[in-house]
C-alpha cells in the first residue's frame, strides 16, 4: 500500500469517529461509550506539533484539540515490539501482566515458534 492511500483512509476513519463520538461533556458525564485507540508505529510524538500548521480541521488536529495528548509518556518495559507497546497502551498494564512480551510465539504444542 501507497503512504498515500493509508493517510486517506486514516484521515477518513477520523472523520467518521469524530463525527459519530458525543461531545466532550456528554462523555466526562459518564461512562465513556467508545474507547479509540490510535497507534502510528514509528509516528514520533514531536511530528504531530512540527506539521499541526498542515494539519486540516478533522484528522489530527481534532484530535490534538479534543482528545488526550501525552506529551512526556515513556515504556516502563524494555521489548517496545509491536504487539507488545500495543498491548500495554490499550490495557495499562505491563507485559509481565497481560502477557505479550514479543511480536513472535513459541507454541509448546507443537515445538516451534508460530
Do not use: C
Not at 24 to 52: C, H, K, M, W
Not at 109 to 114: H, R
Amino acid at each position: 500500500m501507497t503512504s498515500r492511500f493509508i493517510s486517506a483512509a486514516l484521515v477518513a476513519t477520523l472523520v467518521f469517529i469524530g463525527n459519530v463520538n458525543p461531545s466532550i461533556a456528554e462523555v466526562s458525564s459518564g461512562a465513556p461509550r467508545l474507547v479509540l485507540q490510535l497507534t502510528v508505529d514509528g509516528l514520533r510524538g514531536d511530528l504531530l506539533n512540527r506539521y499541526r500548521s498542515s494539519f486540516g480541521a478533522g484528522g489530527f488536529r481534532y484530535l490534538l484539540e479534543r482528545g488526550a495528548v501525552f506529551t512526556n509518556a515513556h515504556y516502563s518495559h524494555a521489548n517496545t515490539e509491536t504487539i507488545v507497546g500495543h498491548t500495554t497502551l490499550a490495557t495499562g498494564a505491563s507485559p509481565a501482566v497481560h502477557g505479550m512480551i514479543g511480536n513472535a510465539w513459541f507454541d509448546r504444542a507443537k515445538g516451534a515458534p508460530t
